[in-house]
Nanobody, 123 residues
Framework: HVQLVESGGGSVQEGGSLTLSCATS????????IGWFRQAPGKEREGVAL????????YYADSVKGRFTISQDNARNTVYLQMNSLKLEDTAVYYC?????????????????WGQGTQVTVS
């Protein structure tokens, strides 16, 4: 049984920080690419950050580069998204997702399993 559960969302003032967690079960994080995505009201879902190559590489959307950091704790089977200097436009539902193929593929495409999402509101 595989599962992804996001947590850590909430309301924060502009310029503040939040850390999202994605608790995984049934996955070997060293063998899959994990991504964080977000969807704002009225907008399409967009990729935010990837951790891939067995956790050795990271990739960020230009909109969050330098402000967000993705990391993973293999012992805890958890992937994190540290978000600093939050902006109003970061308001969205944030999802984590797993891709089974393309461990070294630096792309936001082809993700297979998704969590239920966690709301982040910046005001």
């Amino acid at each position: 049984h595989v599962q992804l559960v996001e947590s850590g969302g909430g309301s924060v003032q502009e310029g503040g920080s939040l850390t999202l967690s994605c608790a995984t079960s049934g996955y070997d994080l060293t063998s899959h690419c994990i991504g964080w995505f977000r969807q704002a009201p009225g907008k399409e879902r967009e990729g935010v950050a990837l951790i891939y190559g067995g956790g050795t590489r990271r990739y960020y959307a230009d909109s969050v580069k330098g402000r967000f950091t993705i990391s993973q704790d293999n012992a805890r089977n958890t992937v994190y998204l540290q978000m600093n200097s939050l902006k109003l436009e970061d308001t969205a539902v944030y999802y984590c997702a797993v891709r089974y193929r393309g461990l070294w593929w630096e792309s936001f495409a082809g993700f297979d399993d998704w969590g239920q999402g966690t709301q982040v509101t910046v005001s």
